[in-house]
T-cell receptor
Framework: DGGITQSPKYLFRKEGQNVTLSCEQN?????MYWYRQDPGQGLRLIYY???????QKGDIAEGYSVSREKKESFPLTVTSAQKNPTAFYLC??????????FGQGTRLTVV | GESVGLHLPTLSVQEGDNSIINCAYS??????FIWYKQESGKGPQFIID?????DKRQGQRVTVLLNKTVKHLSLQIAATQPGDSAVYFC????????????FGKGITLSVRP
């Protein structure tokens, strides 16, 4: 059945490492988004993409990178430049002027 | 009261009462609005949406009101149930190039038995 899948559910990163979070959707949605959520806080936009091979920075893009080589996939890399990466990361997708569907999130912890 | 900064404000209601959750948005160009519900450790789930050519929309037990003059959005939940306890977010978007979905800070709804 259709949906948006994030993996892994839990991820541990050593300081100085880059890690990549996966987001895949089979909803044929054009737009995809990455949000960061810290405990007890709202969702902050990291990057978004309206179309394949194009993406824009959100409000907190520093220390993150993305790619959009395929419509179905929008991986997020948390680089060593991100000084405080421990958070809950949410990926979403939508099509045109409709509600966004969310994945179940990846909880990233620095160890 | 409103919490500025890190933590989400909380709304506490008695089971069976109606809940009203408010949201102020900042972008006057926004023309599409959505309410989401997020349970602990999960991704947000769609509740109801409204476009800027409307000022009210009703779903099952929920109603969204939009006041574009003061840039205010509200979610009304009728006969609140324990299962409604969650964090609620409003989101806004505008048409045009590079349109993005931006979320409000969120409010925690706590239902007292």
């Amino acid at each position: 059945d259709g949906g948006i899948t994030q993996s892994p559910k839990y991820l541990f990163r050593k300081e100085g490492q880059n890690v990549t979070l996966s987001c895949e959707q089979n909803l044929n949605h054009d737009a995809m988004y990455w949000y960061r959520q810290d405990p007890g806080q709202g969702l902050r936009l990291i990057y978004y993409s309206q179309i394949v091979n194009d993406f824009q920075k959100g409000d907190i893009a520093e220390g993150y990178s993305v790619s959009r080589e395929k419509k179905e996939s929008f991986p997020l890399t948390v680089t060593s430049a991100q000084k405080n990466p421990t958070a809950f990361y949410l990926c979403a997708s939508n099509h045109g002027y409709t509600e966004a569907f969310f994945g179940q999130g990846t909880r990233l912890t620095v160890v | 009261g409103e919490s500025v900064g890190l933590h989400l404000p909380t709304l506490s209601v008695q089971e069976g009462d109606n809940s009203i959750i408010n949201c102020a948005y900042s972008n006057s160009a926004s023309d599409y609005f959505i309410w989401y519900k997020q349970e602990s450790g999960k991704g947000p789930q769609f509740i109801i949406d409204i476009r800027s050519n409307m000022d009210k929309r009703q779903g099952q037990r929920v109603t969204v009101l939009l006041n574009k003059t003061v840039k205010h959005l509200s979610l009304q939940i009728a006969a609140t149930q324990p299962g409604d306890s969650a964090v609620y977010f409003c989101a806004e978007a505008s048409t045009g190039a590079n349109s993005k979905l931006t979320f409000g800070k969120g409010i925690t709804l706590s239902v007292r038995p």
